[in-house]
T-cell receptor, first 114, second 117 residues
Framework: GNSVTQMEGPVTLSEEAFLTINCTYT??????LFWYVQYPGEGLQLLLK?????DKGSNKGFEATYRKETTSFHLEKGSVQVSDSAVYFC?????????????FGAGTRLFVKA | DTAVSQTPKYLVTQMGNDKSIKCEQN?????MYWYKQDSKKFLKIMFS???????INETVPNRFSPKSPDKAHLNLHINSLELGDSAVYFC????????????????FGEGSWLTVV
């Protein structure tokens, strides 16, 4: 079946540190891949996405590359800020559900210390 | 202008009660969803509606009944509330299905915090 696995948190970093949150997936064909972010007390917001292999999604200094060969979509940022503290969700939208079902990973909480 | 709005934001109620959460989107989308997020932040789809028709029902107890009076609204009614129903419920919407770039992004409401005591 379709699934998303992301690294367990929480991840605690100092400001300006390098961030990597790993995400791997299982799916048939070429699903679309997403990273969503949830700030405290808020709903999820799309951070970035990639719809085909080797695509790189980027936004607000965050990047993720769709790697078909390793079925991965790791999130990276070169220098995190305190304001990046949030929960990050990796997600996929499989082709075989007609696009009506997006599957989310368990979320990774990030704490950034000043 | 809130794209996906849901009410109430906070709801505390006793076991056995019946409650509803309302959701409206002003994005012109044809697909709406309900997700449940538990205390560990795990997010799970409950229902998906496309053009007012139920597309996905993820083995949710039949105490949960979604209703979509039109494409812009998807309400969630819960009967006989149980302690385990305590969670954050997110409404969301998107346009169309996979394969169309504009249809891939899901827009979420701010969540409804339900506490059953």
């Amino acid at each position: 079946g379709n699934s998303v696995t992301q690294m367990e948190g929480p991840v605690t970093l100092s400001e300006e540190a390098f961030l990597t949150i790993n995400c791997t997936y299982t799916a048939t064909g070429y699903p679309s891949l997403f990273w969503y972010v949830q700030y405290p007390g808020e709903g999820l917001q799309l951070l970035l996405k990639a719809t085909k292999a080797d695509d790189k999604g980027s936004n607000k200094g965050f990047e993720a590359t769709y790697r078909k060969e390793t079925t991965s979509f790791h999130l990276e940022k070169g220098s995190v800020q305190v304001s990046d503290s949030a929960v990050y969700f990796c997600a996929l939208r499989p082709i075989n559900t007609g696009g009506f079902k997006t599957i989310f990973g368990a979320g990774t909480r990030l704490f950034v210390k000043a | 202008d809130t794209a996906v709005s849901q009410t109430p934001k906070y709801l505390v109620t006793q076991m056995g009660n019946d409650k509803s959460i309302k959701c409206e989107q002003n994005l012109g989308h044809d697909t709406m969803y309900w997700y449940k997020q538990d205390s560990k932040k795990f997010l799970k789809i409950m229902f998906s509606y496309n053009n007012k028709e139920l597309i996905i029902n993820e083995t949710v107890p039949n105490r949960f009944s979604p209703k979509s009076p039109d494409k812009a609204h998807l309400n969630l009614h819960i009967n006989s509330l149980e302690l385990g129903d305590s969670a954050v419920y997110f409404c969301a919407s998107s346009q169309g299905a996979a394969g169309k770039s504009s249809g891939n992004t899901i827009y979420f409401g701010e969540g409804s915090w339900l506490t059953v005591v």
